[in-house]
């Protein structure tokens, strides 16, 4: 199957501080999420991007789906507590059908006192 | 609330054994899927179902099977001939008539470890 490189691995920020994080892929999705997993739960979804080149705010998320339609960018502003927890990218190929979704290996945030 | 609850949230299975998990959606989503997680990998298919009596198998569908007799339940089987089944399952679903959004709505996952 396709694969989604997704980085960093792990982040160990301080509260307040801003996140970034990306993925990026060998082949062309028509969508890209982002979805964020807390320990003992299924993800949730954050933010859908449909559109190359879209930008896309959720409170203090922003995303963005690439120009080039392999790439996707997370943001975080001004990170909380409430943060912590494994965010996952995900894109699909087609524009019918979820199960070519293809899921990155995630992004661990750990937000230290 | 409307939702997707899987059952058991943890649960133990010696070598041999085949064990079921149970999923269930109040959400009228036609499709559902089912996913393994293990640490550090992103989320693998392992079967799909876009409408009931009909599912078709995802990335890594060998040792599993599955059933959709009803729209709201998509119980996946794990059989003795899964060689690595300690892992976290998880459970999702999606409105079919909204295309390949990719949205996917999941369930808190059951987490399976053979002994």
């Known amino acids: 199957g396709q694969q989604l490189n997704q980085s960093p691995q792990s982040m160990f920020i301080q509260e307040g501080e801003d996140v970034s994080m990306n993925c990026t892929s060998s082949s062309i999705f028509n969508t890209w999420l982002w979805y964020k997993q807390e320990p003992g739960e299924g993800p949730v979804l954050l933010i859908a991007?449909?559109?190359?080149?879209e930008l896309t705010s959720n409170g203090r998320l922003t995303a963005q789906f690439g120009i080039t339609r392999k790439d996707s960018f997370l943001n975080i502003s001004a990170s909380i507590p409430s943060d912590v927890g494994i965010y996952f990218c995900?894109?699909?190929?087609?524009?019918?059908?979820?199960?070519?979704?293809?899921f990155g290996t995630g992004t661990r945030l750990t937000i230290i006192p | 609330d409307g939702g997707i609850t899987q059952s058991p949230k943890y649960l133990f299975r010696k070598e041999g054994q085949n064990v079921t998990l149970s999923c269930e959606q109040n959400l009228n989503h036609d499709a559902m899927y089912w996913y393994r997680q293990d640490p550090g990998q992103g989320l693998r298919l392992i079967y799909y179902s876009q409408i009931v009596n009909d599912f078709q198998k995802g990335d890594i569908a060998e040792g599993y099977s599955v059933s959709r007799e009803k729209k709201e339940s998509f119980p996946l089987t794990v059989t003795s001939a899964q060689k690595n089944p300690t892992a976290f399952y998880l459970c999702?679903?999606?409105?079919?008539?909204?295309?390949?959004?990719?949205?996917?709505?999941f369930g808190e996952g059951s987490r399976l470890t053979v002994l």
């Open positions: 995900a894109g699909n190929p087609t524009n019918f059908g979820n199960e070519k979704l293809t």
């Open positions: 999702a679903s999606s409105p079919w008539d909204r295309g390949a959004t990719g949205e996917l709505f």
């Open positions: 991007l449909y559109k190359a080149g």
